[in-house]
């Protein structure tokens, strides 16, 4: 049975860091892609970061990038996501996501496997 597991979500202020992790069991991790995506209070699924395959390349959406860093363990079947200088419209609940492909997409639909989510809520 494949399991994603996120975990590291909680309140932090604004400016601060917090660092996610997505924990995947019951498949080959080291073959498929691995994103982020986070979907804010009432609004839709947005992506966030992404990482191929192989950790060559990736992905990372404007309002992100300098300030998230995706990265992957494939000895620990793990996806980590390092958020620094956080802001309010970073809160959202957080999703791993696994594509089985060489790389990572950030259309939502073609991912195989997703995490429940975990909260992450930055307050000003």
């Known amino acids: 049975q494949v399991q994603l597991v996120e975990s590291g979500g909680g309140l932090v202020q604004t400016g601060g860091s917090l660092r996610l992790s997505c924990a995947a069991s019951g498949l080959t991790f080291s073959i498929y892609a691995v994103a982020w995506f986070r979907q804010p209070p009432g609004k839709e699924r947005e992506f966030v970061a992404s990482l191929s395959r192989s950790g060559g390349a990736t992905d990372y959406a404007d309002s992100v990038k300098g300030r998230f860093t995706i990265s992957r363990d494939n000895a620990k079947n793990m996806v980590y996501l390092q958020m620094n200088s956080l802001k309010p419209e970073d809160t959202a609940v957080y999703h791993c996501?696994?594509?089985?492909?060489?790389?990572?997409?950030?259309?939502?639909?073609?991912?195989?496997?997703w995490g429940q989510g975990t909260q992450v809520t930055v307050s000003s």
């Open positions: 996501a696994l594509r089985n492909s060489v790389l990572a997409v950030r259309g939502p639909r073609t991912y195989d496997y």
